[in-house]
C-alpha cells in the first residue's frame, strides 16, 4: 500500500521532480561517461603509448571523481530538503489522517528509490551513448582514428556509478527521515506560510556594506593584479583569496538592500507596474540565501577560470608545438656541465672530448663516426640535411639592458614568474651564419645582420614584450670589443623541434664577433622518410650513453616531430578532458541549486501571487514579475563570477605565457558558452516551472 501511494505521489509531483530528476539524469550520465573512457572498444586497439595516456587519464579522472560525488551529493541533499519543504503541507496532512511517522518515512524512502532508480536507468541509458562521443573527442584530441568506434559497455564505470549514486540516495534518505523525524505537525501544516527571516533589516547600513563590499572586492583584484599568481610570498595568494571570498559573501548580504534602497530613490521606477512587490520577493530571496548565493558566484568562478585557463594553458602549448615542428628532429649538446660536489662547491666539467676536438665540433661529423659503432645506417642515407647552431658566452645580461635602457625585465614580465636572479643570467652569442642556416632548414627567411649590429632573439614568450621594447631603442652592447647596435625589430621564430620555447634572450650577431669554443649547441635535422625510426634510435642510444665517454657524443634532450606531436595531443586531450569534466559538474551544481531554490520560493509564495491576481494584477504583469525575480537571481551569481574571472585571467595570461603566447581560443569559448547554455536551459525550466506553480490554470 505504501509503494502504491509513494508512486502515486511522484507521478501527481511529476513537475515537481522535474528539475530533480534531468540533474540526476545529466549527473548519472556525465560520470559514467568520464568514467568509461580506458574500456571502450576503440581504446583497447590503439597504440601501447596511446592507450597508456588514456590509462592516466582514466586514473586522473577516477580520482577527481571522488570530488565529483562530493558536489553530486551535496547537490542531491539539498535538492531532497526542496522536495520535503514543496509538500510539508501534504506530509502534515496525512499525520492529520492519522497516519504514523514511521510510515511517512517509508514513503519518503520509497519516492527517493523511484527517483533515484529511474534517473540512474535513464541516465545510465544516456551515458553510454555520451560515453561513445567522449571517446570519439578524446582519440581526436589525440589525432588517432575514429572510424570504426562501436558500442561499448564498461563494467567498471557500472559499477563505479551504481555505487557511488546507490551511496548518495542512501545518505539522503536517512537525511529525509531524520529531518521528518523531529518535524513537528504543526510545522509541517503552517509551512507554506512561514517566511524566512531577513538578517538585515537596515536599509542605509545595507547601502553601506555594499559599498564596502565592492571596496573590498576592488583591493583583492589589484593585489591580485600587482603580486600575481606566483608571487614570491604565497601567504599573499591566499590573503587574496580570503578578501575576494569574504567580499563576495558581504556583497550578496548587503545586496538586496541596496537593490531596494537604490529602487526607492528612483520612485518612478519603483512605483511602475508590480516593481515593488518584485523587489520585496527578491530582496526577501536574496537575503535569505546569500551564502547559498555567495558559494554559487565562487564556484562559476572556478569553473569558467579552470575551463578558460586550461585550455588556454593547452591551445598556447599546441601552438608552441606547431613552432616547434619546422624540422624532422633536433638534438642539444652541451659542453660543459655544472656539479655540485659533497660541501655544495660548484665546479664546472669539460665534455669535449677526442671526438669532439677532431670533429672541431661539428656534431654532424661527429655522429657520421658513430653510425657504424652503434649499429645504424650510414648518416648520409639517414639525414637528408641539418643546421648546427652553436651558443657562445657573453657578459651581457638583462641587468646590462637595463643599464643600457633603463626598461627592467621585473616591471614587464608577469608578477611572480620571475625572480631578481633571472635577470642575472647571460645570454648567449650566435653567429648569423648558424642562425641563418637553421632558418633556412625551418623554411624560414634569412635575416640581415651588418658589421657594427646585433639581433636580439627570443622564442619565449615571457620575454618578447620586454626584448621588443629594449630593441626600440636600439642600444648599444658591448661584445668582446665591440659595439654592436642593436636592430629595432627582434627575432621570435622558434628553429628547433621542441614541444616547448625556451630561449629566452640571445644575441645574434656577425660571425667575426664571435671567439673562442661553443659552450653547447642545437643540431636541427631533415630525416630521410624511410629513416624515422633509425635516426631515432640512434640518437636515443647516444642519449642513454655516459656522455663523458671519449668515444661518445655528448647529445641531450633529443626530440622529434611525433614526440612533439604526441606530447602535445595527449596534454591537450588530459588537460581539456578534466576542465570540461570539472567545469561542467559545477555549473550543473550552481544551476540546479538556483532552480531548486527558486521553486521553492515561489511555492511557498504561491498565495502571493494568486492574490495579485485577484487583486486584478494581469497574468502578463504577474509573469514578468516572476521572471525578472528569477533572471535576477540566476544573473548575479554569474555576473560576479565572471567578474572574478575576468580579473583571474589577466593573472593567468601572464602564466601562460610560460607555455606560449595566450589567446581565448574557439575552443575554450566554445567550452564556456556551451557551459552557459546549459546554465540558460536551467533558467528557463525554472522559469516556466515556477510559473506553473504561481499559476496552474490560468490561460
Not at 591551445?315 to 660543459?336: H, L, P, V, W
Request: one cysteine or more; charged letters at 15%; proline letters at 2%.
Amino acid at each position: 500500500m505504501l509503494v502504491k501511494l509513494a508512486f502515486a505521489n511522484v507521478r501527481k509531483s511529476a513537475r515537481d521532480f522535474a528539475v530533480y530528476f534531468f540533474t540526476l539524469v545529466l549527473g548519472v550520465a556525465v560520470f559514467y561517461a568520464f568514467n568509461s573512457i580506458a574500456d571502450s572498444s576503440a581504446v583497447q586497439s590503439l597504440p601501447t603509448d596511446v592507450s597508456e595516456v588514456v590509462q592516466l587519464l582514466s586514473n586522473i579522472i577516477a580520482g577527481v571523481s571522488v570530488f565529483i560525488a562530493i558536489v553530486l551529493g551535496f547537490l542531491v541533499l539539498y535538492a531532497n530538503a526542496f522536495l520535503i519543504r514543496r509538500r510539508r503541507v501534504e506530509f502534515g496532512m496525512y499525520l492529520t489522517l492519522g497516519m504514523g511517522k514511521g510510515d511517512l518515512l517509508k514513503i519518503s524512502a520509497c519516492e527517493t528509490l523511484i527517483v533515484g532508480a529511474a534517473s540512474l536507468a535513464v541516465g545510465l541509458l544516456a551515458g553510454v551513448a555520451l560515453s561513445q562521443a567522449l571517446t570519439c573527442l578524446c582519440l581526436s584530441m589525440m589525432a588517432q582514428p575514429v572510424e570504426g568506434v562501436t558500442l561499448s559497455f564498461s563494467t567498471k564505470a557500472f559499477t563505479m556509478t551504481v555505487a557511488t549514486f546507490a551511496a548518495i540516495f542512501a545518505v539522503s534518505m536517512f537525511w529525509n527521515s531524520a529531518h521528518l523525524a523531529k518535524s513537528k505537525l504543526i510545522d509541517l501544516l503552517a509551512g507554506s506560510r512561514k517566511n524566512d527571516k531577513p538578517r538585515l533589516h537596515n536599509l542605509p547600513l545595507s547601502f553601506a556594506l555594499f559599498i564596502v563590499s565592492l571596496c573590498i572586492i576592488g583591493y583583492s583584484y589589484s593585489m591580485l593584479l600587482r603580486t600575481g599568481l606566483l608571487g614570491d610570498d604565497m601567504s599573499n595568494l591566499l590573503i587574496e583569496t580570503v578578501l575576494v571570498s569574504a567580499g563576495t559573501v558581504l556583497l550578496f548580504f548587503s545586496l538586496s538592500g541596496f537593490l531596494l534602497k537604490a529602487a526607492q530613490m528612483a520612485k518612478p521606477l519603483y512605483l511602475r507596474g508590480l516593481n515593488m512587490f518584485f523587489l520585496r520577493q527578491l530582496a526577501s530571496r536574496i537575503n535569505s540565501t546569500f551564502v547559498s548565493m555567495s558559494v554559487i558566484a565562487m564556484t562559476l568562478f572556478l569553473a569558467l577560470t579552470s575551463v578558460c585557463g586550461g585550455i588556454g594553458i593547452v591551445d598556447a602549448m599546441q601552438k608552441n608545438a606547431e613552432n616547434g615542428m619546422r624540422c624532422d628532429a633536433s638534438f642539444t649538446s652541451y659542453y660543459a656541465m655544472n656539479t655540485d660536489d659533497e660541501n655544495g662547491n660548484v665546479s664546472t666539467r669539460s665534455l669535449v672530448n677526442g671526438l669532439v676536438e677532431e670533429s672541431n665540433f661539428d656534431a654532424a661529423v661527429g655522429l657520421s663516426k658513430l653510425t657504424e659503432q652503434y649499429g645504424a645506417p650510414s648518416w648520409d642515407s639517414m639525414v637528408e640535411n641539418s643546421a648546427q647552431i652553436n651558443f657562445y658566452p657573453s657578459d651581457v645580461s638583462f641587468d646590462t639592458l637595463h643599464d643600457l635602457t633603463g626598461l627592467n625585465l621585473l616591471d614587464s614580465v608577469g608578477a611572480g614568474l620571475i625572480t631578481p636572479d633571472t635577470t642575472k643570467q647571460k645570454a648567449s652569442l650566435i653567429k648569423v651564419s648558424d642562425f641563418n642556416a637553421a632558418r633556412e632548414l625551418c623554411g624560414l627567411e634569412p635575416v640581415t645582420v651588418n658589421d657594427g649590429e646585433c639581433l636580439l632573439w627570443s622564442d619565449y614568450a615571457t620575454s618578447q614584450p620586454y626584448l621588443t621594447s629594449v630593441a626600440a631603442q636600439q642600444p648599444a652592447i658591448t661584445i668582446g670589443d665591440m659595439q654592436l647596435k642593436a636592430q629595432r625589430e627582434i627575432a621570435t621564430d622558434t628553429i628547433e623541434c621542441t614541444s616547448v620555447s625556451t630561449r629566452a634572450f640571445q644575441i645574434v650577431v656577425p660571425d667575426d664577433a664571435v671567439t673562442g669554443e661553443p659552450t653547447m649547441a642545437v643540431f636541427d635535422a631533415r630525416i630521410a622518410d624511410d629513416m624515422q625510426e633509425e635516426f631515432a634510435d640512434f640518437c636515443q642510444a647516444l642519449c642513454d650513453r655516459n656522455n663523458a665517454e671519449e668515444d661518445s657524443w655528448p647529445m641531450y634532450m633529443y626530440q622529434n616531430v611525433a614526440g612533439v606531436q604526441a606530447n602535445s595531443h595527449n596534454l591537450t586531450a588530459l588537460v581539456s578532458y578534466l576542465a570540461m569534466y570539472i567545469g561542467f559538474i559545477m555549473v550543473v551544481a550552481c544551476a540546479a541549486i538556483l532552480a531548486i531554490q527558486q521553486l521553492s520560493d515561489a511555492s511557498d509564495n504561491a498565495r502571493r501571487y494568486e492574490l495579485l491576481a485577484k487583486l486584478g494584477a494581469p497574468q502578463r504583469m504577474i509573469s514578468g514579475a516572476l521572471f525578472k525575480q528569477v533572471l535576477v537571481c540566476f544573473a548575479f551569481p554569474l555576473v560576479v563570477a565572471i567578474a572574478h574571472t575576468i580579473c583571474a585571467m589577466q593573472t593567468v595570461k601572464d602564466l601562460v605565457l610560460v607555455f606560449g603566447n595566450f589567446n581565448l581560443s574557439a575552443t575554450a569559448l566554445m567550452t564556456a558558452a556551451i557551459f552557459l547554455a546549459v546554465y540558460g536551459v536551467y533558467f528557463l525550466v525554472t522559469y516556466f516551472s515556477a510559473r506553473a506553480i504561481v499559476m496552474p490554470k490560468r490561460s
